[in-house]
């Protein structure tokens, strides 16, 4: 036994260094593609890319290098930086079987969420797209629209800590908090009919907590997540929770911690929802939500679809903690956004305002979906804050196998030579940058880092509505396209 460990020992640490050698030694296609030197060999490009500040990187490779950069990843390994339109378009659309967000990706998505979209690819992400779809429809999203009034009708508190503030003159808010609170009370009865916050009081909920703490604690682990994908080779489920459990790292039992209250909550909430259903709508009635959330509707779907349409419990639970995790942190981080821009830019408030007052006196108080979903300069500020600041601003992708990216716009060599396509081995990483895209001086203008709602009050740029932009929504790339686009756009 011991000798077998030695020898898978010896044989893991030969293949490491046959990697390191290959990318040493072994030319690739995307030497001739310009790009920064890497800052380390060891780290490569990657700090510069994803740390603290990573913003004036970006920027320098943008205007130094252009629509497609190639970048360092760990130990000498290349990497492409993206956002040429045709690229995107390429990589999401045109040829999205040949791209998907890699094995590491996949696993960790898989050990943290469980089987839901974020770690599914192919049949099984095209079964639980078929049945999530008709749930995300704008007829439900129409019928959740009260219960989002009602919420936000119930936040005294934050009406008297603003009005106590600013009493006296402006001052300076710390507005993501209330924003968290607020988007996960939101997403909680829209979507699970599960209120984790009444936002009246300060809230005591291990379920809510956890879902905040979710997003933070994994970006401290950092070199965990690198190591995380391996640990499906670990031996059985029970072995790999037991190693879980015996690492001596405080960080670490914290996510499990997290991810284990997140998983057995989800679990509670959907068992309860199913058992409600199955004794008859009657009873959701009277839950929060009404029977009216998202995952009332996808449980009773799921009741009534056919046996290979039909998604597993474990899929369910999986689908109610992607969409609570991925949805709390970028719905308040846009909602937040938008109040910092508000208050930089006065004007616009002015209008906002004015806007919104005139829309309640035609409609009351609460203002419907679709007349709501029409005010021109409210759809206006939404859109132009998803352009400038998407709460997601990069996606990656991994080439399943060797193929070609074509290119919008041309790039000379490091040999001189005009490209207008760029061969792509098999397993190249892919860093989409959807700020970049959605913020080209060569489509928006020489404004495109400037915040003008007015811009979508008038027709956009021809260089925009040529460019075949790869998105879902207004021109941007802010959702993706393709078959792994944000489903959540409400």
Known sequence: MASLAVYAAAGAVLYVIWRV???????????????????????GNLLQISGQGHWDFVRHIRETYGPVTKLYNNFGSRFLLVYDTKALHSIFIKDQDSYYKGEHARVANLMLLGPGLL???????????????????????????????SITDKMPQLRIAVETRVKDGPQEMDMLGWMGRTALELIGQGGFGHSFDPIVTEPSDRFADAVKAFIPSLGQ??????????IKYM?????????????????????????DIVYEHSK????????????????LI?????????????????????????????????????????????????MSRILHLLAEHQDVQDKLRQELLNARELYGDVIPYDELSQLPYLDAVCRETLRLHAPVNMVR????????????????????????????????????????????EALWGEDALEW?????????????????????????VTFVSGSHACMYVF
């Open 286 to 334: 009277h839950t929060v939500g009404e029977g009216k959330d998202i995952i009332s509707i996808l449980l009773r779907a799921n009741m009534f679809a056919s046996e290979e349409d039909k998604l597993s419990d474990e899929e369910i639970i999986a689908q109610m903690s992607t969409f609570i995790v991925a949805g709390v942190d970028t719905t308040s981080n846009a």
């Open 452 to 476: 003008k709602p007015e811009r979508w009050l008038k027709p956009l740029p021809r260089a925009v509505e040529d460019a075949n932009i790869p998105g879902i929504y207004a021109n941007l």
């Open 21 to 43: 050698l290959r990318n040493l030694l072994v030319p690739s296609p995307l030497d001739n593609i310009p790009g920064p030197p890497p800052m380390s060999f060891v780290s």
């Open 268 to 283: 509670k909430i959907i068992n309860d929802k199913k058992a409600a259903l199955e004794r008859g709508d009657q009873e």
């Open 397 to 440: 992708r991994e080439a399943k196998r060797d193929t070609v990216l074509p290119l919008a716009q041309t790039i000379r060599g490091v040999d001189g030579s005009v490209m207008n396509e760029i061969p792509v081995p098999k397993g190249t990483f892919m860093f989409c940058n959807l700020r970049l895209c959605n913020t080209n």
């Open 119 to 149: 770690a599914t690819s192919g049949d099984v992400h095209r079964k639980q797209r078929k049945m999530l779809n008709p749930v995300f429809s704008i007829a439900h999203m129409r019928n959740l629209t009260p219960l989002f009034y």
């Open 221 to 230: 682990l950092t070199w965990a997540r690198a190591i995380l994908p391996y």
């Open 235 to 259: 031996g059985p489920r029970r072995f790999r929770r037991l190693l879980v459990d015996l690492m001596p790292f405080q960080m670490v039992q914290r996510v499990k911690t997290v991810n």
